[in-house]
């Protein structure tokens, strides 16, 4: 299975991004998906997680209620809208596939990750 995300870029503090992770082989609806995001001189970490039908989703406390993460199966897709950035939102984000249908919080969970896209959030 490979990953691809695509969608940063650079934003000023209060606009919207949309990231979209796409995947190739595999059994895309089959998967849990997520979203982890590192910022310069720190740790990866968790942001958001889907089940495989996209019927359960998980935030990270510092993300919810302006982030959403969807997917669409048809297309193997899953994105991650961006709503109301902080200048605090900067990192590489990176999408993750796990073989189980419900979603993680946990890093060494996931089996699969994209490459990673910078977003930069300005003040």
């Known amino acids: 299975v490979q990953l691809q995300a695509s969608g940063g870029g650079l934003v000023q503090a209060g606009d919207s991004l949309r990231l979209t992770c796409t995947a190739s082989g595999g059994t895309f609806n089959a998967y849990a998906m997520g979203w982890f995001r590192q910022a310069p001189g720190k740790e990866r970490v968790f942001v958001a997680t889907?089940?495989?039908?996209?019927?359960?989703?998980y935030y990270a406390s510092s993300v919810k209620g302006r982030f959403t993460i969807s997917r669409v199966n048809t297309k193997n897709t899953v994105s991650l809208q961006m709503n109301s950035l902080k200048p605090e939102d900067t990192a590489v984000y990176y999408c993750?596939?796990?073989?189980?249908?419900?979603?993680?919080?946990?890093?060494?969970?996931?089996?699969?990750w994209g490459q990673g896209t910078q977003v930069t959030v300005s003040s």
């Open positions: 889907i089940n495989w039908n996209g019927a359960t989703t």
């Open positions: 993750a596939g796990r073989v189980a249908g419900w979603g993680s919080l946990r890093e060494f969970e996931y089996d699969y």
